[in-house]
């Protein structure tokens, strides 16, 4: 296998991640495999050590023997390799703590400041794999028993809060005792490859710049969709629901991404500037266009992949009768100079069709046609940047069909496939995350104000729905969301992105 991507890379100094949360799902479906790779990739320097917290009465080798056995389900086979597994298993600890209570800090603490010498040499990070109730009790006891140095980081999950009166006071709880720059706010979306490429797409090519703004642009679609349920997560995601749990956070981020003026170069706080502005020019959607411009829905029992599923209220965890959506469809506009009257429509949702997550582009259509009647529809230049699965830029063009009977015009799609083109295997978003942090890299987390203004742009729209009382609109597994997402879009005139188009000559 190709391996520019996972080959020797820079090693970085040596680290402890305290990870509390350590046998929760995230920790062992993601943080432990991506340092695993990272550590395959020759980047976690000798001495570094991995310290699972949580109140679970386990030894460290029974946490080793739970990461083995992640790492054996979560990183592919050919990644896999015995000794690299041995010397990482060999970096683990495990230390029980009850964080809201002084149960097992002076273990602990203990273990971080032996032996004395790590107390400078290593980078000490905390990353808090919790639920977000728990990011403000944590950093106090990180306090009271010294371990929160003045060169530590901590690592706060998303969700950051449920709104922004709860995110402020996370923020407040957390910067009484670690200060901004030590702060790390995760959102993955921003670790993938292609979201990344989103930078170089824009600002590294002269060709899409000088038509990105509103004369050019017609609109612009972005769908995050998942086939997955809520799986075990239930508890959590019935107080989240799709709102809380993409829109706020990652899809925002894309908007940001889009929409975002050039930085003055890619300085963690010029990029965060830039995003910052793009999402203060949100416009608010008020309770009156609450019906218009979103939808909100909630999957019954369906298909998905050829197995049948069941529906969110027969989900484990769900309470009976539960009003959550699993799906939001919406239309946002950025109040500015670049984007005024340009519609973004979003939509994500869990138990659709297909995992697939996209941007499309649309460009605005020709102002003139000198084409015959009959030559076929002239269909408006698309560009489509597939973040995931098959990572690639799309753009759809007109071109004349070949052959000798006159003009006729067909659509097709010029296509970058970064599989076709770079080979290999792109490293997941936590592998590339979890290294900036050890780096002191932030560009690619979001700072507090960015998360405020998320909340303050999303809460109305949550407040909106509550206010009106309306459960969300059913939608059948295995299908796009309900009809009334269909029917958002096109009220405007516009259909959400197909992509039937063949790259493929004709
Ligand atoms: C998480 C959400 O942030 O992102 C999950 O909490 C969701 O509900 C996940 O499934 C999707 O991430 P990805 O990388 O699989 O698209």
Redesign the pocket.
């Given at each position: 296998m190709h391996s520019r991507s996972t080959g020797a890379a820079p090693a970085l100094p040596p680290f402890d991640y305290t990870v509390f949360g350590g046998t929760g799902d995230l920790a062992l479906r993601k943080l432990l495999p991506a340092l695993y790779l990272r550590d395959k990739a020759g980047q976690v320097a000798d001495g570094s050590r991995i310290i699972g917290v949580s109140r679970s009465p386990l030894t460290p080798s029974d946490y080793r023997a739970k990461a083995e056995e992640a790492i054996q389900e979560h990183v592919h086979a050919d990644e896999r390799d015995t000794a690299v597994i041995a010397r990482f298993l060999e970096r683990l600890d495990y230390v029980p703590v009850d964080v809201t209570s002084d149960n097992g800090w002076n273990e602990l603490t203990e273990r971080l400041d032996n032996p004395p010498a790590r107390s400078s040499g290593a980078v000490r990070i905390f990353y808090l794999a919790t639920s977000p109730g728990l990011f403000g009790p944590v950093s106090d006891q990180l306090r009271a028993f010294g371990l929160a140095t003045a060169d530590s980081r901590v690592v706060l999950e998303?969700p950051i809060g449920r709104d922004l009166a709860s995110a402020q006071e996370i923020n407040d709880r957390v910067g009484a005792v670690f200060t901004e720059p030590q702060i790390y706010r995760i959102d993955?979306?921003l670790g993938?490859e292609t979201v990344q490429n989103l930078l170089a797409l824009r600002f590294g090519n002269s060709l899409f710049e000088p038509l990105w703004n509103a004369d050019h642009i017609d609109h612009v679609q972005i769908t995050?969709a998942?086939t997955?349920g809520?799986e075990e997560?239930g508890g959590y995601?019935d107080q989240?629901g799709a709102l809380r749990?993409?829109v706020q956070?990652?899809l925002l981020q894309l908007v940001c991404l889009v929409g975002m003026e050039c930085p003055i170069s890619l300085a963690q706080e010029s990029v965060r500037d830039e995003k910052l502005k793009v999402l203060r020019s949100l416009k608010a959607i008020g309770p009156d266009e609450i019906g218009g411009c979103t939808v909100r829905g909630q999957y019954r029992a369906g298909a998905v992949a050829g197995g049948a599923v069941p529906g969110y209220l027969d989900e484990p965890g769900i309470p009976p009768g539960s009003g959550t959506e699993t799906f939001v469809a919406l239309k946002l506009e950025i109040d500015n100079w670049r984007w005024a009257g340009v519609p973004f429509y979003l939509r994500s949702g869990?138990r659709l069709p297909a995992?697939m997550?996209e941007i499309v582009i649309q460009f605005r259509p020709i102002r003139h046609s000198i084409f015959p009647q009959g030559a076929g529809e002239l269909q408006a230049n698309r560009l489509i940047v597939r973040l995931?699965p098959d990572e690639s830029i799309r753009m759809h063009l007109m071109t004349k069909e070949p052959g000798p009977g006159g003009m006729r015009l067909r659509p097709a799609a010029l296509n970058l496939s970064f599989a076709e083109t770079f080979g290999g295997r792109f490293p997941d978003?936590y592998e590339r995350l979890l290294m900036d942090v050890v780096r002191g890299n932030s560009t690619l987390f979001m700072r507090r104000d960015e998360v405020e203004a998320a909340w303050q742009w999303a809460e109305p729209i949550i407040d909106g729905w509550m206010a009106r009382h309306e459960m969300p609109k059913p939608y059948i597994a295995g299908t796009w969301g309900p009809s009334q997402s269909i029917a958002l879009i096109e009220r405007d005139g516009r259909t959400w992105h197909d992509d039937e188009i063949p790259s493929a000559a004709f």
């Open positions: 998303k993955h979306y993938k995050v998942e997955v809520v997560r995601y989240s749990d993409m956070n990652h869990k995992k997550s995931q978003a």
